[in-house]
């Protein structure tokens, strides 16, 4: 079955960087969109960026251009999340997930908790 898998989330202070990652298993994940979402306390869920399934074209929330990024290595079935100058609102707990939107299957998640 599907099992996504991750890891990175940690404390950071504002205007640190995380790098998230997923491990992924039990579907074709080279030909899988792959997504990250995040949900902060007492919000719905946010999608955040995507990949198509070779890694050929990303897409990041209009919100989040510039700071966030999104890559896998189809070989390690990994899907990354790189995370610059997080900011307070960036709190949230980090999922990956099949397919575009905030719909698809996702993992258990990563805590991410940006504080001085």
């Known amino acids: 079955q599907v099992q996504l898998v991750e890891s990175g989330g940690a404390l950071v202070q504002p205007g640190g960087s995380l790098r998230l990652s997923c491990v992924a298993s039990?579907?074709?994940?080279?030909?899988?969109?792959m997504s990250w979402v995040r949900q902060a306390p007492g919000k719905e869920f946010e999608w955040v960026a995507g990949?198509?399934?070779?890694?050929?074209?990303?897409k990041v929330v209009d919100s989040l251009r510039g700071r966030f990024s999104i890559s896998r290595d189809n070989a390690k079935n990994m899907v990354f999340l790189q995370m610059n100058d997080l900011k307070l609102e960036d709190t949230a707990t980090y999922h990956c997930?099949?397919?575009w939107g905030t719909g698809g299957p996702r993992g258990q998640g990563t805590q991410v908790t940006v504080s001085s």
């Open positions: 997930a099949q397919y």
């Open positions: 990949s198509n399934g070779d890694g050929s074209s990303t």
């Open positions: 039990g579907f074709a994940f080279s030909r899988t969109v």
